[in-house]
């Protein structure tokens, strides 16, 4: 068996963050979207998996926004999005350091 690739445990919830708390260039994989605390949440978290944030994918805050940090860009596959802290904080990952991305 190679241990060059290991696929990484998005399920352990006991070591995902907020992407929110993603330092800027720092690869992570979603783990999984918080449960939606009442229907507006609900309809923003369903936004966010039809847009692409689904457990497994590859995630990478690019950019922050200056003053207050807000929004972030954040780059998923091959495309960029703008997103506000409070919707990304709907987006739980798992920090994998070797994943460093700039274009990826």
Do not use: W
Request: proline share 7%; charged share 25%.
């Amino acid at each position: 068996m190679s241990t060059d690739f290991q696929k990484p445990d998005v399920n352990n919830h006991g070591l995902d963050m907020g992407l929110d708390e993603l330092p800027r260039l720092v690869g992570a994989r979603v783990a999984r979207l918080v449960d939606a605390a009442d229907a507006d949440e609900r309809e923003l978290v369903l936004r966010l998996l039809e847009i692409g944030f689904l457990p497994g994918e590859r995630v990478c805050v690019i950019a922050q926004g200056f003053p207050a940090h807000d929004p972030l860009a954040v780059r998923i596959g091959h495309t960029t999005f703008a997103l506000r802290r409070y919707e990304a904080a709907l987006i739980r990952v798992v920090p994998e350091p070797t994943l460093a991305r700039g274009a990826e």
